[in-house]
């Protein structure tokens, strides 16, 4: 079976890659490999090679992320920023993967913006709380000020609120 790809560009443009899917001929099987990062020379990490592991989607959950920024005066980031999920699945207590927002524009966690995301999470049904922070790479904001995070089970529709009300990143006040 199929495990891994490598993804590579020429480094010239960069490319924000969010999954790959492969699908065998005379298959009916579906490979997906995610990414959820940029190929570039100047963003990120600046590496435009990826080497992408199968991912079995079946056992994910598709979620919508709602990352609320606060109103606070210089509460917004244009730092790279993360979520992890904790919670339970059919097994016990469960962690999801790192998920990374480096795609996102420098207007995305501006102040008073909600920025929203769809993401599956591998085996969350029932998420208890999150995790979050930055990098604190902004070039102009690296602190953050996070107001509230919402996860919304796009499956069920039930929706599970987080408060966070804190800053984070090396500035934090």
Known sequence: PLTKVRVTTDGEDSWHLDRVEVVPEGSNKTYVFPCHR??????EDKLFERELEVRDVSREVPYTIAIQTSTEKDAGTDSNVWLQVLGKNARGEA???????????SETFA???EAKFSRGLL????PDRVRVGTDGKG????????????LTNEQTGEAYP???????GPQAA
Do not use: C, N, Y
């Open 111 to 113: 102040r008073g913006k």
């Open 38 to 43: 940029w190929l570039s020379r100047d963003r």
């Open 139 to 150: 070039s102009k904001h690296p602190s953050w000020h996070v107001q509230k995070v919402t």
């Open 162 to 168: 987080f408060l966070v009300g804190e800053w984070l």
């Open 123 to 126: 085996d969350i049904v029932r």
């Open 95 to 105: 962690r999801s993967e790192m998920v990374r927002f480096w795609e996102a524009e």
